[in-house]
């Protein structure tokens, strides 16, 4: 027998390769396994209308609690992924793997660009467990930067080129340091949250000072989601004033819908 063998068929390193095999196997399974916290059990429509959920090859996984120092426990997988209210529309066509059309306000409807995850309805906080995201004017020890634009009192134009509201009011981030939103008040007396990653601050002297807002028109912010209180935003409203204003890069005016050819 060879140097390291056990018996004259069987070695160390043909041992440690059959424990390899085994370990490898193993780590793929519980991979997989422990997947399935998400976007499981699958979803497939059915000519009926009907959905059939299918957890797949592999069993769901046992439900494992997530404690978080702010927002209590979460159940993972949790039963309130399978009670997720169905989108406000119907397929174009009564056939399996067809896009689902709008059956309501197109812009609030959760379809295509405009869909949105049920976050928590609760504020997002910093690692003290402060407010993260608030108006400028709650943290005195923030600033816009010199020489920056400041938008408060901007007319706010939409894609339309019609003026939709005023800026009154800049919300920032106390985490990251930089702007999150522009409070505007709209025409009707609304106040409502534009996300600044949607938004173009223009102060020149060819252009004027304004908000420029490409994802919907003017008369839309009257539609923007509300917040329940004036001085914080949770993070589902933040979900879905961000998904009414991807709706619009889709919906806000028919031409967007329109093929190219």
Do not use: N
């Not at 059309?101 to 467990?129: H, K, N, W």
Request: zero cysteines; glycine letters at 10%; proline letters at 9%.
């Amino acid at each position: 027998m060879g140097r390291g063998a056990i018996t004259q068929y069987i070695d160390v390193a043909q041992i440690v390769l059959y424990v390899f095999w085994v370990f490898f196997a193993a780590l793929v399974f519980y991979l997989l396994y422990e997947s399935k916290r998400e976007g499981f059990p699958l979803e497939s429509d059915r000519p009926d209308g009907s959905v059939k959920r299918d957890p797949g090859i592999l069993p769901m996984p046992q439900v494992k609690i997530y404690r978080t120092r702010f927002h209590g426990d979460f159940p993972s997988p949790h039963d309130r992924d399978l009670d997720e209210p169905r989108v406000q529309g119907e397929r174009a066509l009564p056939i399996t793997g067809m896009p689902y059309e709008p059956t309501s306000d197109p812009m609030t409807s959760g379809i295509g660009p405009g869909a949105f995850a049920r976050r928590t309805d609760a504020p997002d906080l910093t690692v003290d467990g402060d407010l993260k995201i608030v108006p400028i004017a709650a943290v005195p020890d923030f600033s816009l930067v010199e020489g920056d634009p400041d938008p408060r009192g901007m007319p706010v134009i939409g894609v339309d080129d019609e003026e939709g509201g005023t800026v009154v009011e800049v919300w920032v981030d106390r985490s990251e340091h930089m702007l999150r939103y522009l409070e505007v008040q709209t025409a009707g007396g609304r106040r409502v949250m534009v996300p600044i990653t949607f938004a173009r601050v223009i102060s020149d002297r060819v252009h004027g000072r304004k908000v420029i807002v490409r994802a919907i028109r003017g008369s839309q912010l009257e539609g923007v989601p509300g917040l329940r209180h004036p001085d914080r935003i949770t993070l589902l409203e933040e979900e879905k004033v961000m998904g009414y204003f991807g709706a619009g890069t889709l919906f806000a005016t028919p031409k967007r819908r329109d093929t190219l050819l």
